[in-house]
Structures are given as C-alpha cells and as structure tokens.
C-alpha cells in the first residue's frame, strides 16, 4: 500500500515564501510599517494607527503569512526614517516591486527614476510611458504603490503643478516634497 507522506520540506519552502515578515516603527511622518518577503521590501506604509497599518498590509497581501518581527527589520526602518529626514541621503533598500500588474511595474520603475527634489506631473509621466491619454492611469498605479518612499509617487503632482492625493494624506505628501526641495 502506498500512502502519500506530505513533503514537509516542500511545505515547510511554501511557508517560507508565503511570509511577509514586518515591523512598526516612528518616524517624522507618523508610524511606518516596513515589509519584507524573500526578494526584498515589499511594503513601505506610513500612518497614524499602527493597526491600520497592519490591516493595510493584510489587506495587500492576502493569503500571505504576516509575521511581525522587530529585530529583523530595525535596520530597514531606521533607513525609512533617516530618509524622511534627510531625503538627499537616499533610500537603498532592495524592493520587491512583483505584486502590481505589468503596467503598474512600468509606472513604479518610471517613478525609481525621478532623482530626489524633482517632481514630475502625471500627465508628463504618461507621456514618457507612450501614453500620451494616460494620465488616469498613471495616477491608479501610483495609488496602487504599496512602497512608499521606495517607489516616490509622491513625486508626481497635477498637470497644474498642485499637489494631489496621496494614499499616506496629503501633508505627508507636502512634508516629504518641502524636505527634498531644501536638498
């Protein structure tokens, strides 16, 4: 008789790729939530409720195993709050961008590539992706961002140069704009 064992090495790699490891931390703009699976940062959030921040991340990765862990992240949120503060030195974190759709990643590398004090209109953003009509679309794949500062949206403002929503508030958004214009 052939009985079928479960591969518990195979499940045990299942469980592995399927954490989210994550921690909560402060910073100039409220609690910061950082993410990390196997590849890199997957989620940066920024809030004023760390359970928001928690379900937030539930909700962006469901079906994942979300395990909070401090220690393993303290260097990752101590990178995220030094770059709020001091935007010039930069945010190296190895990220995670696989979890939107081809076009949102399209949108999300366009956004990597807006150096630190320059903004960009949405407008001018699709245009560069060769969507002349897309400005729409553009604004739906940053609100899509799940890593914040990591991928800048906020960065990108409306075709009159005012600022626009911000998934993270507005003031966020004016905060972190004003810091890197005074680089």
């Known amino acids: 008789m052939n009985h ?11 469980v592995v790729l399927d954490t989210i490891t994550y921690a909560i931390g402060q910073s100039a703009l409220g609690n910061i939530l950082a993410a990390r699976g196997p590849i ?8 004023s409720d760390a359970g928001t921040l928690r379900q937030d991340l539930a909700n962006r ?8 862990d401090a220690a393993c992240l303290r260097d990752d949120l101590a990178a995220i709050a030094r770059f709020i503060e001091t935007p010039g030195a930069g945010l190296d974190l190895p ?3 696989r979890h939107g759709t081809p076009f949102q990643q399209r949108v999300w590398e366009a956004l990597r590539a807006i ?6 209109t949405y ?23 799940a890593i914040a500062l ?9 075709a009159d140069g005012s600022l626009s929503g911000y998934r ?14 005074a680089i």
Not at 4 to 14: G, H
Not at 152 to 157: A, D
């Open 4 to 14: 079928m064992q479960p591969d518990l090495k195979a499940t045990a790699a299942s």
């Open 40 to 47: 890199g940062v997957c989620a940066i959030l920024i809030g």
């Open 61 to 68: 990765f469901p079906g994942r195993v979300l395990l909070e």
């Open 95 to 97: 990220l995670d961008m």
């Open 115 to 120: 150096r630190c004090g320059a903004t960009v």
């Open 123 to 145: 407008t001018a953003l699709a245009r560069r992706l060769g969507m002349p009509d897309g400005a729409r679309a553009v604004a739906t794949a940053c609100a899509a961002n």
């Open 150 to 158: 990591g991928i800048p949206c906020h960065r990108v403002l409306r």
């Open 168 to 181: 993270w508030g507005i003031e966020r958004k004016r905060a972190l704009l004003e810091r890197e214009a």
